[in-house]
């Protein structure tokens, strides 16, 4: 027999309530919705900005570098061209310096070059003050002297004797001084060059602080932010052997003269004009000797001692320097006293030339 009333399994007692309105009190809200992808967005793109950032940073930092190297690049070769031209002459160039500036660094580089002219005779030069020259001559030869400087020529006489003599004079050494010593007949017998040189430095920004080029006589410095000073290229002293198998030392030395600074912008033009080329030394040579003080930075100077003397540290070490040709210690091996040059007996020649650029805007 079937009952009459059956009761429903799992049926809900109570209100009922639609299926539209639980979907929207179940649903979050479409703004809350869109700002949060928002927010998703704007945090993965900000990681991703974090993330690069060294790497652009470091992007731009060496295309900044880039163009420094190759601005001063071309600096150094306009300065070897208009070096070598007649006086008064030169040209002008346009350059575009974005992120970079240029300025005159005075009197960086300072060059004593000393030499005797005549084996009949040695002949010491001794800078005692700015007005005061000390000469001993080693056989008494001496009978005048010559002292030249861009401003002033000068002959004065040298007394015989065979101690030092001082001689007094009033040249000025602001960028160059000649000192020439004469014998009977008017015969050379030494010659004696002080030279004092500037050069341009190339200031560029970057992430971590200013990165600087110095171009100096023909070298180069350079410095990165928290970094020291180092050389990345040495000025023009060679020393070689020629066909005929007599010896050779040639030193070219470049006078960047510049007043302030020559700024920055995209389309700066510069003008290079020649001071005229000057030979201070030519020929044979005896007992030659140099020393070169850089004032740019306690770390440069050595840094030419230590190049130079390299091969000879290297022959002192190994015990042959009775065969050792090339730069040598004047005195102290440290060559803090200069630099002399050992031949083992052969004929030397001494060629040094001068070039003087003015570079102005």
Not at 292 to 297: E, H
Request: proline share 4%; with cysteine; aromatic share 8%.
């Amino acid at each position: 027999m079937i009952p009459l009333h059956t009761q429903r399994v799992n049926t809900m007692n109570g209100p009922q309530h639609s299926t539209r309105l639980c979907r929207e009190e179940r649903a979050v809200s479409e703004v809350l919705g869109v700002v949060m992808l928002l927010a998703m967005v704007i945090t993965i793109m900000g990681g991703v900005w974090i993330f690069l950032n060294p790497y652009l940073s470091d992007f731009e930092d060496n295309t900044n570098w880039n163009s420094a190297s190759g601005i001063a690049d071309r600096i150094e070769d306009r300065l070897e061209v208009a070096g070598n031209a007649p006086d008064g002459t030169g040209f002008r160039n346009t350059l575009a310096l974005q992120s970079t500036s240029i300025r005159s660094v005075q009197n960086v580089e300072h060059w004593t070059l000393a030499a005797d002219l005549s084996p009949m005779d040695r002949i010491s030069l001794r800078h005692v003050n700015d007005t005061t020259i000390g000469i001993l001559s080693a056989n008494e030869s001496a009978r005048y002297m010559t002292v030249e400087s861009p401003d002033i020529l000068l002959t004065l006489n040298i007394t015989t004797s065979h101690q030092e003599v001082l001689i007094t004079h009033n040249a000025s050494r602001q960028h160059w001084m000649i000192i020439t010593v004469y014998g009977e007949q008017d015969i050379t017998l030494h010659r004696s060059v002080y030279v004092t040189l500037s050069g341009l430095q190339i200031t560029t920004s970057m992430g971590q602080g200013d990165h600087q080029i110095v171009t100096m006589n023909n070298a180069r410095a350079e410095r990165f932010p928290n970094k020291p000073w180092d050389i990345t290229s040495m000025p023009l002293v060679q020393f070689d052997r020629m066909a005929n198998n007599e010896l050779r030392l040639s030193i070219l030395m470049t006078d960047a003269i510049s007043n302030g600074s020559i700024g920055s912008g995209s389309n700066i033009g510069m003008e290079f004009v020649s001071l005229g080329p000057k030979t201070l030394f030519s020929g044979q040579a005896y007992n030659v000797q140099f020393t070169v003080f850089n004032a740019l930075n306690d770390v440069i100077t050595p840094q030419y001692h230590e190049t130079w003397l390299s091969d000879y540290t290297i022959h002192r070490a190994s015990g042959t320097l009775d065969t050792f040709i090339g730069f040598a210690p004047y005195e102290r091996a440290s060559g803090a006293d200069g630099f002399t040059v050992m031949t083992q007996g052969q004929p030397l020649y001494f060629e040094v030339d001068l070039q003087q650029v003015e570079v102005r805007r």
